[in-house]
């Protein structure tokens, strides 16, 4: 089991960047696949994007390829979603989860954070 904690949220405009980070702590943190996961109120929550434990394998979703990077600093235990060209569409609270290997199913995912809000103003 892994602790979570995301940071980095805040209110944009289009066309802005913003840099979301997350936390993972616990004995195993370093064995363990992450992920991003967004949700809009009253919509399901949505695969971003997951990277491996080595970062050596990286996945996106289609909306985000090519404007979003996530990457890992294993010394930091910390991994990062760099956004850029943020879209009014991207505003969500933004989640980070943990499993091995990366998933791109929510239900996959046991250990979350608590989320970060995402606002984009057009």
């Known amino acids: 089991q892994v602790q979570l904690v995301e940071s980095g949220g805040g209110l944009v405009q289009a066309g802005d960047s913003l840099r979301l980070s997350c936390a993972v702590s616990?004995?195993?943190?370093?064995?363990?696949?992450v992920a991003w996961f967004r949700q809009v109120s009253g919509k399901e929550r949505e695969f971003v994007a997951g990277?491996?434990?080595?970062?050596?394998?990286?996945e996106y979703a289609g909306p985000v390829k090519g404007r979003f990077t996530i990457s890992r600093d294993s010394a930091k235990s910390t991994v990062y979603l760099q956004m850029n060209s943020l879209k009014p569409e991207d505003a969500a609270v933004y989640y980070c989860?943990?499993?091995?290997?990366?998933?791109?199913?929510?239900?996959?995912?046991?250990?979350w954070g608590q989320g970060t809000r995402v606002t984009v103003s057009s």
């Open positions: 990277i491996s434990w080595s970062a050596a394998i990286t």
């Open positions: 989860a943990a499993r091995f290997g990366i998933s791109q199913h929510s239900y996959e995912y046991v250990d």
């Open positions: 616990g004995r195993t943190a370093s064995a363990y696949a």
